[in-house]
Each structure stands twice: as C-alpha cells, then as structure tokens.
C-alpha cells in the first residue's frame, strides 16, 4: 500500500509540474496572462530608452507587457490627480475649459467631433461587412474563405507591435512609410547611432530603412518562430490587439504607384516591370538599355497606358502575383477574415492619425510624422486616363472595384464615361 501510495503521490506532482510549465510557455508567448486584472502600470517611451542599455529584440513578445493592457499615461500625471482636492480639480477644468473657448473648441464640441468621428468609423467597418457578405453584390477571390485559409505567404503586410497590443496592415502608397516609422518607434527595434539608444521620434527614422522586411514582426514570421502554435497565436492576436490599416482612392493610388515606381529611374522596378512593358506593349524589338538612368537618358520608359495594359494582361499574374503597389487593399490585409477596429483614409490622414494614436492610448508616447506627403490628386484621374480607352477603363474597374466599394470610394463616373 505504500508503494502504490507514493506512486500517486509522484503522478500528482508530475501532473501539476506538467501544468505549469505549459501555463508558463503560453504566458510567455502571449497566449493569456496570469494577471488579466493587474492595473497596468507602465513608464514613458522616453524613460524606458533612458534606462535601457541593451539592443532591443527585433521580435518582442507578448511577456514585455501585462496581457489586457496598454501604456497609460505618465506616473507622474496620476499621481498629481490623487494629490489634488477636490476645488483644485474643478479650478484646473475651469482652467482647461476656458483655454478650449479660447481655441474655439469647447469640451462640447470635441464630444460631438468624437461622436461624429466614432459614427463615422462604424459606418466604414459596416460598408465591409455588407461587401464580404455578399450584398453589394460583388464577386471576388477569398471572398468567403476563413482566416485560417490564407496561406502564410499572404500575411507579410500584418505588422505585430506585442508591447503595445497593435496589429497594423500596411498598404504600399497609403502613409505606409510613416506609418511603419511610427510602429519602429513603438517597438522600440531600431537604434539610432547618433545617440545609441531606440529612436523616439518617428521623424527621425530614416524612411528607407523601415522597409527592411527584418525590422518587422509580421504574421508570415510565425510559422518560423512558433511552428504549430503560429495560427493558434494569431487568431488570440487578432481577437485582443487592436487592429488598423489605412485606404486610399484605388484609382489615385495607381497613378501615385505609377509616378512613384516609372515616372523617375528605378533601377529595381525598370528591370522587373519597365523592361518587360516596354517589350510586350511598346513595340520594342531590339534590346533596351542596362539601366534605368540610360534609358531615361535616351526617352525610353514605360507609358502609363503600358502600365495600365500590363496590370490587365491575364498573363501578368500567371508569371508573378502583382506587386504590392498595386495589388489590392482586399488581397494585402484580408479585410474579409479580419475584423479591423480602425479604417483609416489617406485623405483624412491627419484627423485619422489623431483618432487612431488616441484609441491605441500612445498619443502621449509618439506623433504621428507631419511631413509632406505624396500629393497625387482624385482630381487628376480624368486627365490620366484621357488616353487609356474605354474598354480598359472598365476593366481595371472590375479588376478593383472590391477595393471600391469596400472602403467607399464613388465609382469615377469621369473616368469610365467618355
């Protein structure tokens, strides 16, 4: 009886040793947490650089940060409400809502800018529902698949920022560029060489580098760090980060991809896509120039009628997907299988900016770049396409049209009517 007895005894520890090494593991790769009600208390970018002395991991975890959480606001600020009375509280609102008059903006009118603005965000996650559920009517690839059908190699535009509990799907000529500067900063996976240590601001970020596909953590990384669990970890990703992407006219962001990518030399794009244009659809038999600049040089590039009949050509997908600068928005971030919390528009970009850092709570740890951006114009489209023809108007409607209706744009009557 006392053998058996101290065998039981063994298989039970063995038991709750087993369990907490399995709670253990998930905790670290942020599957749950332990403490989901821990109040979270965290210290600004600025102070966490100041004390960090060592290289930051390009791939952080979900253990840097207390699961059900987000960065709140300094210590300093909380503390200061709980030392104030009640009489210097009200005086300090008095205060604050006397220098909003003064802005011309009272309380008043910044709760109805964000009613307007909240109405306006669930009318766009609305307009996608009705688009992937079918009622609009609109027929396209991957349409009713489920996220676990979309093949890894299609989510290496999600970007994964664990210590803050952010998921942003980056879209080629949509503010991808600061967007990505602003996630470096959040992540805290670039060092600066001037000073050593994390760059805080995102202007300060060389805007070429944060396209190093290395710098980010992407879903399409997973399966290579996590193996079997990597769609196990996205789904618990995807249902308690919170998820963003930005839109823009598709039709602009064609003509800002083209002016961008064949309108200046390129020598990467020239030899990849120019060359084979300019081969297909502008009648050029003998051989092309080596290199960008000489062929710039010499009046040789691509038109934007080749361009445009080069994204048409059933043969252009059978050799390669599309490029990400022109591939859809619906075919990049999986608006179908992902349920974004924040549709964000280029042409609202500054308004959007604000909202989203403010629903992200990092609004105090980083601005969003107020640089120039691309300036292509909805305005431009009809004389762009003066010389494209009717048919291929049409077609490359069709071709985006998801892409359309799915994040509102109008349908350019100007262009597809002569």
Same mark, same amino acid.
């Given at each position: 009886?006392?053998?058996?007895?101290?065998?039981?005894?063994?298989?039970?520890?063995? !038991?709750?040793?087993?369990? &907490?090494?399995?709670?253990?593991?998930?905790?670290?790769?942020?599957?749950?947490?332990?403490?989901?009600?821990?109040?979270?208390?965290?210290?600004?970018?600025?102070?966490?650089?100041?004390?960090?002395?060592?290289?930051?991991?390009?791939?952080?975890?979900? !253990?840097?940060?207390?699961?059900? !959480?987000?960065? !709140?606001?300094? +210590?300093?600020?909380?503390?200061?409400?709980?030392?104030?009375?009640?009489?210097?509280?009200?005086?300090?609102?008095?205060?604050?809502?006397?220098?909003?008059?003064?802005?011309?903006? =009272?309380?008043?009118?910044?709760?109805?800018?964000?009613?307007?603005?909240?109405?306006?965000?669930?009318?766009?996650?609305?307009?996608?529902?009705?688009?992937?559920?079918?009622?609009?009517?609109?027929?396209?690839?991957?349409?009713? @698949?489920?996220?676990?059908?979309?093949?890894?190699?299609?989510?290496?535009?999600?970007?994964?920022?664990?210590?803050?509990?952010?998921?942003?799907?980056? %879209?080629?000529?949509?503010?991808? =560029?600061?967007?990505?500067? %602003?996630? %470096?900063?959040?992540?805290?996976?670039?060092?600066?060489?001037?000073?050593?240590?994390?760059?805080?601001? +995102?202007?300060?970020?060389?805007?070429?580098?944060?396209?190093?596909?290395?710098?980010?953590? =992407?879903?399409?990384?997973?399966?290579?760090?996590?193996?079997?669990?990597?769609?196990?970890?996205?789904?618990?990703?995807? /249902?308690?980060?919170?998820?963003?992407?930005?839109?823009?006219?598709?039709?602009? @962001?064609?003509?800002?991809? $083209?002016?961008?990518? $064949?309108? @200046?030399?390129?020598?990467? $794009?020239?030899?990849?896509?120019?060359?084979?244009?300019?081969?297909?659809? #502008?009648?050029?038999?003998?051989?092309?120039?080596?290199?960008?600049?000489?062929?710039?040089?010499?009046?040789?590039?691509?038109?934007?009628?080749?361009?445009?009949?080069?994204?048409?050509?059933?043969?252009?997908?059978?050799?390669?997907?599309?490029?990400?600068?022109?591939? /859809?928005?619906?075919?990049?971030?999986?608006?179908?299988?992902?349920?974004?919390?924040?549709?964000?528009? &280029?042409?609202? &970009?500054?308004?959007?900016?604000? /909202?989203?850092?403010?629903?992200?709570?990092?609004?105090?740890?980083?601005?969003?770049?107020?640089?120039?951006?691309? @300036?292509?114009?909805?305005?431009?489209?009809?004389?762009?396409?003066? /010389?494209?023809?009717?048919?291929?108007?049409?077609?490359?409607?069709?071709?985006?049209?998801?892409? $359309?209706?799915?994040? #509102?744009?109008?349908?350019?009557?100007?262009?597809?009517?002569?």
């Amino acid at each position: 009886m006392g053998i058996w007895r101290g065998l039981r005894v063994a298989f039970v520890l063995g !038991s709750l040793f087993m369990i &907490l090494l399995i709670i253990v593991y998930w905790d670290d790769v942020g599957g749950f947490n332990l403490y989901p009600l821990q109040d979270p208390k965290h210290e600004s970018l600025h102070s966490s650089f100041s004390h960090s002395t060592a290289r930051p991991s390009l791939f952080p975890t979900t !253990s840097t940060v207390q699961a059900g !959480s987000f960065i !709140s606001n300094p +210590p300093n600020a909380a503390l200061t409400t709980k030392l104030i009375s009640e009489k210097s509280r009200e005086t300090a609102e008095e205060l604050i809502d006397e220098k909003g008059e003064r802005n011309g903006k =009272t309380r008043e009118d910044e709760e109805q800018t964000s009613s307007a603005d909240d109405r306006e965000q669930e009318a766009r996650k609305q307009r996608i529902m009705g688009v992937c559920s079918g009622q609009d009517g609109v027929e396209f690839p991957g349409r009713t @698949r489920a996220f676990e059908q979309v093949p890894n190699r299609e989510l290496d535009h999600l970007i994964v920022d664990d210590k803050h509990r952010i998921i942003y799907c980056y %879209v080629p000529k949509v503010a991808c =560029t600061n967007w990505k500067r %602003v996630m %470096v900063v959040l992540s805290q996976s670039l060092i600066s060489p001037s000073s050593g240590k994390p760059y805080i601001d +995102p202007e300060a970020v060389p805007p070429d580098l944060v396209h190093n596909s290395s710098l980010h953590l =992407t879903f399409a990384k997973f399966w290579r760090n996590y193996g079997s669990l990597s769609r196990h970890l996205m789904a618990l990703k995807l /249902q308690h980060y919170t998820k963003f992407l930005f839109v823009r006219d598709p039709f602009v @962001r064609l003509i800002s991809a $083209f002016r961008n990518k $064949f309108g @200046r030399p390129n020598e990467d $794009f020239y030899k990849q896509f120019g060359s084979v244009m300019l081969h297909r659809y #502008g009648n050029v038999s003998e051989s092309l120039p080596g290199t960008a600049a000489e062929a710039f040089a010499a009046g040789i590039k691509p038109t934007f009628q080749q361009f445009i009949t080069y994204l048409l050509d059933p043969e252009t997908e059978r050799e390669s997907v599309f490029n990400e600068h022109w591939r /859809q928005v619906y075919r990049l971030c999986h608006p179908c299988q992902i349920k974004y919390d924040f549709i964000g528009r &280029l042409e609202t &970009l500054e308004t959007d900016a604000e /909202q989203l850092l403010k629903l992200l709570r990092v609004e105090h740890l980083v601005r969003f770049p107020s640089g120039s951006r691309n @300036r292509t114009a909805t305005s431009w489209e009809r004389d762009w396409f003066a /010389q494209i023809p009717l048919t291929m108007r049409r077609e490359l409607y069709k071709l985006y049209e998801p892409d $359309f209706k799915m994040f #509102g744009y109008p349908k350019p009557d100007s262009v597809l009517h002569e």
